[in-house]
């Protein structure tokens, strides 16, 4: 490219001038043509793509360049976007609650089909992508740019205008629309084929769209409505995490500095990482990243990790007698019979509630399951309490109990500590002789200032250990509620814990950085690690199912 050779326009088609700000809108003209050029540009390439005198243009650009938004790069004499742009570019993705609540998907969507797949969002009557995951690009390590499509007649527009109340009449009657709706996704032909789901807020207003493009002939007809269908429960799945996003997470003060007997371990970021358990024949300590979904392991005294990525959301994490993995998810409870084998259905106590799912397992000391259930889409009111026996029997012990947490037993069997998400409270129930559970007694209600009860554990003494989400900190609890002892973190979110290593002195602490609000990501880099805890006291021996 010569200096006289011209350029496309910036991308201010139809957006008029905005009076007594005309030297803004040229600086901003000025930006938007770097930023959408090709290639850094040359001073006479510029002054073709905007038209403004060469005065006016050197005025602008030393303006740019004092605030970091371009920098001039002198061994080309050329003009390029700054550094300034790619800090707001990353504070402003970091601080979108739709990317993060998409993000699991995506990245499980694009491995389980093999091919991109985006995050659409509505600009007027276009829609660009705002996130996408891409399986091949960490070998390839290309950047895509993908051109903005027309909210009227593509995939994600009719996607999103299926859910959209109060649509015009017009656009309401477009039978693409009401098929859309009729199905959960809208699909599109022609010379750019794809399908792409909604995802809606929880005002049930639709806020983004999950899309899959295909090349034309590539795929037929009943392939597209299957994946379609999937890309449809990935985008319910995103949805309870937009909920969770915009539920009312507040993020308590951050301690100074986090308590010395706290240890990080390299496991990486999972985005919802919970129920640990702690296996004393492999001395490792096993764990779910239930929106990966996948089975992780680690060894603390290597802190060599393991991953085993599973077919649906799992919850529910408990080891059996018999070295297999007793899973619990959207799809039932079964049996891993090794890490990295296939597994194998048992049943599904709530088939009748198919968007319902199982969160954390625990097992007592008589070898009984503990387990609960919750919405898909993080909606309060339609879990229960179940405690399955190794033969498989049923007994509901909670009807209706709010996005239930894992149920653990005082050490001497009477009593059954539980958190609920909704009230945010830990309760103590009286565990009855005929196995019924008496009338809850409230020992700890969260704070904003102390975050929430999450993930619990007990001692050999009867105290209990609390993950306090969104409180940096696990609190130590007496069986009356009194608080003993905190143990500052440094993560906002912890999620659940364990007691476990080769004294069972340690405890194991899963967090996630998926329910943290938006930029506190750099505040806490080390949300969704593993973290290990040497508490001074021992906890029980962990009880496994026999199956």
Known sequence: MTET???????????????????????????????????????????????????????LLAALQSRDLIRYEENGRRYAIGSRVFDLARRTMEQNSVIRAAKPELARMARD???????????????????????????????????????????????????????GSERAADPAVSQARALGYAFTGGKTPAVAAPIVDEA????????????????????????????REASQRAAGNVGLSHQSMVIGPQPATSDPRVRVLATGRDFMGE????????????????????????????????????PNLTGGLALCRSGRFLLAGQQGIYLLDQPTGTPRMLFDPEEHKPDNRFNSAS??????????TMPVDNCTGSGALYRI???????????EVALPKNAMLSPD???LYLSEGRSRTLSAYPLRADGSLGAPRVL??????????????????????????????????????????????????????????????????????????????????????????????RGMEPPQIDM
């Open 5 to 59: 050779d011209p350029l496309p326009s910036p991308e201010t088609s139809g957006k008029e001038n905005v009076p007594g700000a005309q030297a803004l809108m040229r600086g901003l003209d000025v930006l938007m043509a770097i930023g959408t050029a090709p290639a850094p540009l040359r001073f006479g390439e510029l002054q073709a793509a905007v038209g403004i005198p060469k005065g006016s243009l050197h005025r």
């Open 113 to 167: 089909l093999h091919r991109p797949v985006c995050l659409y969002v509505q600009d007027g009557q276009e829609l660009f992508v705002l996130d996408f995951e891409d399986p091949d690009a960490a070998q390839t390590r290309v950047v895509r740019v993908w051109p903005r499509v027309p909210a009227q007649s593509s995939a994600p527009g009719l996607a999103i205008a299926s859910r959209r109340p109060g649509e």
């Open 204 to 231: 049930d207003y639709p806020v983004a769209a999950i899309c899959v493009h295909f090349d034309t002939g590539e795929t037929g007809v009943e392939t597209i409505h299957e994946i379609g269908r999937k890309i």
């Open 275 to 310: 129920n640990p358990v702690w296996n004393p024949v492999d001395g490792r300590i096993w764990w779910l990243d239930v929106l990966a979904p996948a089975l992780r392991a680690c060894d603390p005294l290597t802190e060599t990790t393991e991953r085993v990525v599973l």
């Open 363 to 372: 097992v007592d000391a008589s070898g009984q399951l503990w387990i609960g």
């Open 389 to 399: 026996g190794p033969d498989l029997s049923v007994r509901v012990m909670l009807p």
């Open 413 to 415: 069997g009477g009593t």
């Open 444 to 537: 700890v209600t969260g704070t904003d200032e102390t975050g929430a009860p999450n993930g619990i554990a007990v001692d050999a003494n009867g105290n209990i250990w609390v993950a306090m989400l969104g409180g940096w900190a696990v609190n130590c609890y007496s069986p009356d509620g009194a608080l003993l002892e905190s143990v500052a973190l440094p993560v906002p979110t912890p999620t659940a814990l364990c007691f476990g290593g080769a004294d069972m002195s340690k405890l194991y602490v899963t967090s996630t950085y998926l329910r943290m609000p938006g930029g506190y990501s750099s505040t806490a880099p080390l949300a969704g690690n593993l973290l290990e805890i040497s508490t001074g006291v």
